[in-house]
Nanobody, 129 residues
Framework: QLQLVESGGGLVESGGSLRLSCAAS????????IGWFRQAPGKAREGVSC????????DYADSVKGRFTISRDNAKNTVYLEMNSLKPEDTAVYYC??????????????????????WGQGTQVTVSS
């Protein structure tokens, strides 16, 4: 089992920055990938970014490329999402999600929610205009 807890959300002005954290616990000695997703009111959940277990492979949604950076510190079992140049349309609840490599690598679409088995409770990000 992988337990995930997000933190770092809040209210920020347009153009500002936030850093989200996703703290993992449980079987963290096994290889696992992490994805960040977001969901705005009335909208579908959207994949934002993902990172491999070793941190050597990442991907981003087009809407956040060049503004968001994902990274991980495996010594701390924590994945970060650095968000810069925030826009009002970035307002959403942000979730981190994970899956163990041991279950198989799925279909390789790691910005899609159905690839992930474990989810955090989410953290609210609000960007004011």
């Amino acid at each position: 089992q992988l337990q995930l807890v997000e933190s770092g959300g809040g209210l920020v002005e347009s153009g500002g920055s936030l850093r989200l954290s996703c703290a993992a616990s449980g079987q963290t000695s096994d290889d696992y990938a992490i994805g960040w997703f977001r969901q705005a009111p009335g909208k579908a959940r959207e994949g934002v970014s993902c990172i491999s277990s070793a941190g050597d492979s990442t991907d981003y949604a087009d809407s956040v490329k060049g503004r968001f950076t994902i990274s991980r510190d495996n010594a701390k079992n924590t994945v970060y999402l650095e968000m810069n140049s925030l826009k009002p349309e970035d307002t959403a609840v942000y979730y981190c999600a994970g899956f163990y490599y041991s279950r198989g690598m799925g279909r390789g679409r790691y910005l899609f929610a159905d690839e992930y088995d474990y989810w955090g409770q989410g953290t609210q990000v609000t960007v004011s205009s």
